[in-house]
């Protein structure tokens, strides 16, 4: 459905030339998949979508969308010509419009019974069926971002792009927001590429996530893959909490480093890991046990309440012995 294959995009250089921003990058969504570029600030999601949505044209690569290429070096198909539905990060709704106009905004080829039906059933999928009068202002911010996504869906478009669709709704909002967006992409059956630096709406929405650093996207997978068997240690550092330590630290004996995870070492009088306690606080639903492992490094651990006799009334500087909790740990050499 959408296949990203090599894309180079970047952007005229200050003192000329060409300043690459997004370098060899691939990607590729079946019918109806959510997928997600996830990376810091300025890593080049946004320019990802441009690129598909027909704003940048690409260097080098190309990018098909139901099987028809739309971009390669020389080639740039026209926005409208690429079926290519965008949500823009601030909604871009037309204020002196209301509801149902912003929605059938994108519609105006319809004939008016057409075109009314449509708003209507679009209205309906995102839950304001009956705020269709409303104008921008009269409709809070999660009101104001179905508007902006039932008016990219309006047109049936064959790819749906989100730019952050969460960036200006308070975190409250958001995850639940993430979930219901989820369902309502699903019951439409779109395909969607959408960015964000938000690791829990990532996971909340998509179904292949794309962590990117430096322009390129370094694993494309599902979330539990991403978090149980990330590639390389940048992505073993960006996705969930951990802590790489070498293996040594935990009594392996093998070279390189491994990813504790929260859960990684459980503690355990028999256990051969041998730390010492630097802070056990209760954060919420439960305990979080700190650590100085043999070498030096600190790491967190979670707790379960099982787990707390073991340590309750230790003092920091305690000997603590703990054993390696069996699936929970990821290798580098
Ligand atoms: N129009 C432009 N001209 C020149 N450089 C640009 C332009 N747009 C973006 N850039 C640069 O390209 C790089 C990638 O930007 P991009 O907006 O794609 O990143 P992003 O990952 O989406 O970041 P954010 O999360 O902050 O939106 C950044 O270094 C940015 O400064």
Excluded at 43 to 62: I, N
Excluded at 98 to 127: C, H, K, S, T, W
Excluded at 266 to 282: K, M, T, W
Aim: glycine share 14%; with cysteine; aromatic share 4%.
């Amino acid at each position: 459905m959408l296949d990203i294959a090599g894309i180079r995009v970047g952007y005229p250089a200050p003192g000329g030339g060409t300043l690459v921003v997004v370098d060899d990058l691939s990607l590729t969504l079946a019918a109806g998949e959510i997928g997600c570029l996830l990376g810091a600030s300025g890593c080049g999601k946004t320019t990802v979508l441009r690129a598909v949505a027909g704003f940048e044209p690409v260097l080098a690569g190309s990018i098909d969308v139901q099987g028809r290429r739309v971009a390669a070096a020389g080639l740039s198909l026209p926005p409208e010509k690429r079926s290519v539905g965008m949500m823009f990060q601030d909604y871009a709704l037309f204020p002196h419009m209301d509801a149902a106009d912003n929605v059938g905004f994108g519609l105006r080829g319809l004939a008016r019974e057409a075109r009314r039906a449509r708003v209507a059933e679009m209205l309906d999928l995102v839950g304001l069926g009956a705020r269709g009068g409303a104008y921008p202002h009269e409709l809070s911010g999660g009101q104001q971002q179905r508007v902006a996504l039932a008016r990219a869906l309006a047109p049936d478009p064959a790819l749906l792009l989100l730019d952050e669709p969460f960036s200006n709704l308070d975190t409250d909002t958001r995850q639940q927001l993430a979930a219901e967006l989820r369902a309502l992409l699903k019951a439409s059956g779109a395909t969607v590429l959408m960015v964000t630096h938000d690791q829990a709406e990532a996971f909340t929405m998509a179904d292949r996530i794309g962590v990117m650093d430096g322009g390129r996207i370094l694993q494309w997978d599902c979330a539990e893959a991403l978090y149980r068997r990330p590639v390389d240690r940048f992505v073993a550092g960006f996705i969930g909490r951990g802590t790489l330590v070498t293996a040594a630290a935990v009594g392996l004996g093998r070279g390189g480093d491994v990813l504790l995870r929260p859960h990684a070492l459980r503690p355990d009088p028999l256990g051969p890991v041998e730390a010492e306690l630097v802070a056990l606080a209760f954060r919420g639903p439960g305990h979080v046990l700190g650590l100085r492992l043999g070498g030096g490094a600190v790491v967190e651990i979670d707790l379960d309440d099982a787990d707390l006799p073991a340590v309750r009334g230790l003092a920091p500087g305690a000997p603590l012995r703990l054993r390696l909790a069996d699936d929970a740990l990821v290798a580098f050499d």
